[in-house]
């Protein structure tokens, strides 16, 4: 592991970090028109009583994106939240700044999987931290295509460090996991959280999972605040490579009711995750951040049915029995036996 000596943020942490996660919104949008062809986004600058604003950017009914939203905030206040005391306790008392940019897309075509990204930045007097990541939700899965996603955000990890996707993959498994449906969202991506490049790469709350044994095997790091936003910036920039190939393979593929039923059927379980789950949400609204914005994350169209059971060897099955589980997507060569029959591997 690379170690640095210092972990103090530079004197221009706050201006650096705003530029970048606006920077990253700016590209990402430009990018997402222009793979659309039709749709474009709507933008709305919003301000914050307690201090700080934002602008919200999001894209209806477009001929790839049935909704998107992509979001940046820069807001501050006085009082921290339960949900960051909690963790940093020795943040309490201080000014705080957050920081971010987010998105979450819904294709229409249930062959294009939503996507979620997250990038942050967080101070509070001694306590500073990045997080983020990026995570894919497909209906009808392709191991390729998840194979293709998780390569490019390995790649950009891998230019920072070579050790720090081997947590943060297995750390994306863990948060995106909806406990009361024991299920993954998706096929998962990466996560970090809580980066100040001090201590263990893995700060969850699963001690015994696959993110802290990695992590107890790298040993403790010591990361600078330059090494950091590099990380953010890199996987940042990792995302339209990693998602534009999988639009330009999927769009034109015919579906029928029947996908269509059954992609709002699993949007429902996004839906359950964002509002049960998600700890962006609760900061948000426990921080009394813009609820357009923070709910822009959900879909526009979504059903729930009681009791539904995927045909046993149906593609729906598919996604069911395997890709809502964490899985070992390169090195597992299983899941290409299982995946061909279904003509779902390429």
Same mark, same amino acid.
């Given at each position: 592991m690379r170690s640095d000596n210092f972990t103090t943020p530079p004197t221009d942490s706050r201006t650096k970090a705003k530029a970048l996660l606006l920077g990253l919104q700016e590209e990402i949008c430009k990018g997402l028109e222009q793979i659309d062809g039709e749709g474009k986004f709507q933008e709305e600058s919003w301000e914050r009583p307690e201090g700080g604003g934002g602008r919200s950017r999001v894209m209806q009914e477009g001929r790839i994106f049935e909704q998107g939203g992509v979001n940046f905030s820069e807001v501050q206040g006085d009082e921290l939240p339960p949900s960051i005391l909690n963790q940093r306790p020795e943040a309490k008392g201080h000014n705080w700044f957050a920081t971010g940019t987010s998105m979450v897309l819904h294709p229409r075509n249930p062959y294009i999987p939503t996507v979620h990204l997250n990038y942050r930045y967080f101070e509070a007097g001694p306590v500073w931290w990045f997080g983020g990541g990026a995570d894919l939700t497909p209906? !009808?899965?392709? #191991?390729?295509?998840?194979?293709?996603?998780?390569?490019?955000?390995?790649?950009?990890? &891998?230019?920072?460090?070579? /050790?720090?996707?081997?947590?943060?993959?297995?750390?994306?498994?863990? !948060?995106?996991? #909806?406990?009361?449906?024991?299920?993954?969202?998706?096929?998962?991506?990466?996560?970090? &959280?809580?980066?100040?490049? /001090?201590?263990?790469?893995?700060?969850?709350?699963?001690?015994?999972?696959?993110?802290?044994?990695?992590?107890?095997?790298?040993?403790?790091?010591?990361?600078?605040?330059?090494?950091?936003?590099?990380?953010?910036?890199?996987?940042?920039?990792?995302?339209l490579p990693a998602y534009i190939p999988i639009i330009e393979k999927r769009h034109t593929q015919t579906f029928s009711d029947r996908e269509r039923n059954f992609q709002l059927y699993r949007r429902g379980r996004y839906v359950e995750f964002n509002l049960v789950w998600d700890r962006g949400t609760i900061f948000g609204l426990q921080t009394n951040g813009r609820t357009e914005s923070i709910l822009m994350s959900l879909p526009p169209l979504v059903r729930w049915e009681y009791g539904f059971k995927a045909p046993p060897g149906s593609r729906e099955a598919l996604l069911t029995d395997i890709f809502t589980k964490p899985q070992e997507w390169f090195t597992d060569k299983s899941l290409e036996e299982i995946c061909r029959p279904l003509e779902a591997f390429d």
């Open positions: 209906f !009808y899965p392709y #191991l390729q295509d998840t194979r293709h996603f998780h390569k490019i955000h390995k790649e950009a990890c &891998d230019s920072i460090n070579s /050790t720090l996707h081997k947590v943060f993959k297995p750390w994306c498994d863990e !948060y995106f996991f #909806l406990k009361h449906r024991n299920e993954s969202r998706g096929v998962g991506g990466i996560f970090f &959280d809580y980066q100040d490049g /001090t201590g263990s790469l893995y700060k969850g709350q699963n001690s015994d999972g696959a993110a802290a044994i990695e992590a107890e095997k790298i040993g403790k790091t010591n990361l600078s605040w330059e090494t950091l936003y590099s990380l953010a910036k890199a996987c940042g920039q990792a995302f």
